[in-house]
């Protein structure tokens, strides 16, 4: 098929001369951009190659318009008027194709990235390389059978923006965690200056109680004989941080089958389904109860008596858990909990779980510290370490009982939260 050359309709022959006659004045840089603007393709938006014009004397690269009409599949018309435009009435437009090439070698145009190779702007990121390459540089590539992996330059600068922002995250995450772990160390550091102080005092006491003072005083019955144990601990209590919390129980939360004290420091099992108001708080599935008082900062210690109970579960969520229907008691979840259950099997609920030894368990010790990102389980008889869950709090936490069911009598003892005397 022979298809003719003839310049564009609208095209005049003496403004290109008057812009290419070196005795003239270069034209402005707006009136560059503005010319180059009319000699980018609509289809690729790059300059033109092999400008074809229609019969309707608008002009496309050939390759653009040919794929175009090869998308549409039945009829063949002008992208931009919608004219109908047979490919044989179509002509090449050599004097656009001059003009091109032209206007790319204008000092004005050699601000902007271009590729050596072909001289082409530079709008396209090819992945595999690591590199910008203009459309040549592509078509190059693909009739050697390479990579199609080809980004236009705003895709790919989000492609990179997105890839930043997840190691942005991933440093954040790290960085978090590097710094609870150093508040953890410096409570460990602070801890042992208090016990330090502790062991000077007392070594100081020692030194001025000699014999002489002990046996020639009489000793006090009320003092000596009396519950020192209590004596002690009043002494003991303005320096002691934390001290244990007075906790009671928030009714509002208690599933309708537990049974609260009046003192609402017991919770128990009972058979019969109490008639309660359904409140967004309140468990409907799992018997539990929650503490009345939640926690946003500062360190805690409470104590639960469990007795010879033969299963029960205990520690501290956060405010937004599930209460409704049944859930995975994780911390992901927002449980960090111990549970026993057929009267030996200790867990604390972690993930994985972690068995513990019981040992002769019938007080649990709670110890939270919310900046420190910690809840530890203690032997409160003994202070022997059980669990200690290491995380990072940013809600309210609360603290958690369940008594589980009472199993015809053989679990009917309640948890009971331990107010110091």
């Not at 990121?125 to 540089?137: A, D, L, R, T, V």
């Not at 000793?219 to 919390?245: A, H, N, V």
Request: with cysteine; aromatic share 8%; charged share 25%.
């Amino acid at each position: 098929m022979e298809v003719s050359s003839r310049p564009p309709s609208n095209f005049d022959p003496g403004n290109y001369v008057e812009m290419n006659d070196p005795t003239t004045h270069l034209p402005s840089k707006v009136a560059i951009q503005d010319i180059t603007t009319e000699l980018h393709c609509p289809l690729c938006n790059d300059w033109f190659r092999d400008p074809l014009m229609l019969t309707c004397g608008h002009n496309f690269c050939q390759g653009c318009i040919q794929n175009y009409w090869k998308m549409q599949a039945k009829e063949t018309f002008c992208p931009d008027c919608k004219m109908l435009c047979q490919y044989s009435n179509c002509t090449f437009n050599l004097v656009l194709e001059k003009l091109v090439e032209k206007i790319k070698k204008l000092p004005l145009l050699k601000g902007h990235p271009q590729c050596p190779e072909h001289g082409e702007n530079l709008k396209l990121f090819s992945k595999p390389e690591g590199k910008m390459i203009c459309f040549q540089c592509k078509d190059a590539r693909l009739s050697m059978g390479q990579s199609k992996d080809f980004l236009q330059i705003s895709e790919a600068v989000r492609f990179f923006m997105e890839e930043l922002a997840i190691y942005q995250s991933q440093l954040q995450t790290t960085l978090k965690e590097l710094q609870s772990l150093r508040t953890m160390q410096k409570d460990a550091i602070a801890a042992y200056k208090d016990i330090t102080n502790l062991i000077e005092s007392m070594e100081k006491g020692m030194k001025t109680l000699v014999p002489r003072q002990l046996i020639s005083k009489k000793l006090s019955l009320g003092r000596f004989r009396g519950p020192i144990q209590y004596i002690i601990w009043k002494e003991m209590q303005s320096i002691l941080s934390p001290g244990p919390s007075q906790l009671t129980l928030d009714p509002k939360t208690a599933h309708p089958n537990l049974v609260l004290s009046k003192s609402r420091t017991s919770v128990s099992h009972g058979d019969v389904k109490q008639v309660m108001p359904d409140d967004p708080e309140r468990f409907d599935s799992s018997v539990a109860v929650l503490g009345s008082k939640g926690f946003t900062s500062g360190k805690w210690y409470w104590e639960i008596e469990v007795g010879k109970k033969t299963k029960w579960t205990l520690g501290v969520v956060r405010e937004s858990i599930i209460r409704k229907g049944s859930c995975p008691l994780t911390p992901e979840q927002g449980f960090w909990l111990l549970r026993l259950r057929n009267q030996t099997d200790l867990k604390a609920l972690d993930l994985p779980s972690c068995s513990l030894n019981l040992g002769d368990l019938k007080r649990v010790g709670v110890y939270l510290d919310y900046e420190g990102g910690q809840v530890s389980f203690y032997n409160a008889t003994t202070m022997t370490h059980l669990y200690t869950f290491s995380s990072i709090f940013l809600e309210k936490l609360f603290p958690y009982l369940c008594p589980c069911l009472n199993d015809g009598g053989e679990n009917k003892e309640p948890l009971h939260i331990v107010h110091p005397q």
